[in-house]
């Protein structure tokens, strides 16, 4: 993304700040929406996976435990933290995946969007949830960081790009999946 199109979601945060305290209640819901919108877009920005990449499947192990603590919190947590994690991801050279700019473009700016907004809310001093919480995200950060440096070996090429997508669709799939049992 670039610096304007960044500068612009700025400038429109700073418009919707008091709305979106509104939304803190809703957060599930919010966040089904988000990976809702984030699963068509991955979908939308490229083809089905290539047959020539089929020989760099990876198996990435997503840390299915942090969705499952007992605390309703931690996991809205952990959820916010896989989306700053992918957002991250989607940061990086995408110039060999050749991918629809038009709906890669759209799933970064959502994912921003969602991030900054549940900023405000969410991430406010909840201590308590200190301990489970650091342990979350650092399972989390293994396994994304697993995926970033699949990336950086294979230089940011077309197959690992369409390897990481199918990656990051199967674990927002499964996020979803999670979020749904969590009615507030
Ligand atoms: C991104 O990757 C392409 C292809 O490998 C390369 O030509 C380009 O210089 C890279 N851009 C950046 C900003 O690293």
Same mark, same amino acid.
């Given at each position: 993304?670039?610096?304007?199109?960044?500068?612009?979601?700025?400038?429109? *945060?700073?418009?919707?700040?008091?709305?979106?305290? &509104? +939304?803190?209640?809703? &957060?599930?819901?919010?966040?089904? $929406?988000?990976?809702?919108?984030?699963?068509? &877009? *991955?979908?939308?920005?490229?083809? #089905?996976?290539?047959?020539?990449?089929?020989?760099? #499947?990876?198996?990435?192990?997503?840390?299915?435990?942090?969705? $499952?603590?007992?605390? #309703?919190?931690?996991?809205?947590?952990?959820?916010?933290?896989?989306?700053?994690?992918?957002?991250?991801?989607?940061?990086?050279?995408?110039?060999?995946? @050749?991918?629809?700019? =038009?709906?890669?473009?759209?799933?970064?700016?959502?994912? +921003?969007?969602?991030?900054?907004?549940?900023? @405000?809310?969410?991430?406010? $001093?909840?201590?308590?949830?200190?301990?489970?919480?650091?342990?979350?995200?650092?399972? *989390?950060?293994?396994?994304?960081?697993?995926?970033?440096?699949?990336?950086?070996?294979?230089?940011?090429?077309?197959?690992?790009?369409?390897?990481?997508? @199918?990656?990051?669709? =199967?674990?927002?799939?499964?996020?979803? #999946?999670?979020? =749904?049992? &969590?009615?507030?």
């Amino acid at each position: 993304m670039s610096t304007f199109g960044l500068l612009q979601i700025g400038l429109m *945060l700073s418009c919707t700040t008091k709305i979106s305290s &509104l +939304h803190c209640n809703h &957060l599930p819901l919010q966040q089904s $929406k988000v990976i809702e919108s984030s699963l068509q &877009l *991955l979908d939308k920005m490229g083809e #089905k996976f290539p047959r020539q990449c089929l020989g760099e #499947k990876m198996f990435f192990r997503f840390p299915e435990q942090v969705l $499952k603590a007992r605390q #309703k919190e931690t996991v809205k947590v952990a959820v916010e933290e896989i989306f700053q994690n992918i957002f991250y991801i989607f940061s990086k050279n995408l110039t060999l995946a @050749a991918w629809d700019g =038009r709906a890669l473009e759209q799933f970064q700016n959502g994912l +921003h969007q969602q991030i900054e907004q549940v900023e @405000a809310c969410v991430i406010k $001093k909840q201590t308590h949830y200190f301990w489970s919480r650091e342990a979350s995200r650092l399972k *989390l950060k293994k396994y994304f960081q697993k995926i970033d440096c699949f990336l950086k070996d294979r230089q940011h090429s077309l197959c690992s790009w369409e390897v990481s997508r @199918a990656e990051m669709r =199967r674990c927002l799939q499964f996020v979803d #999946k999670v979020i =749904r049992r &969590l009615d507030d």
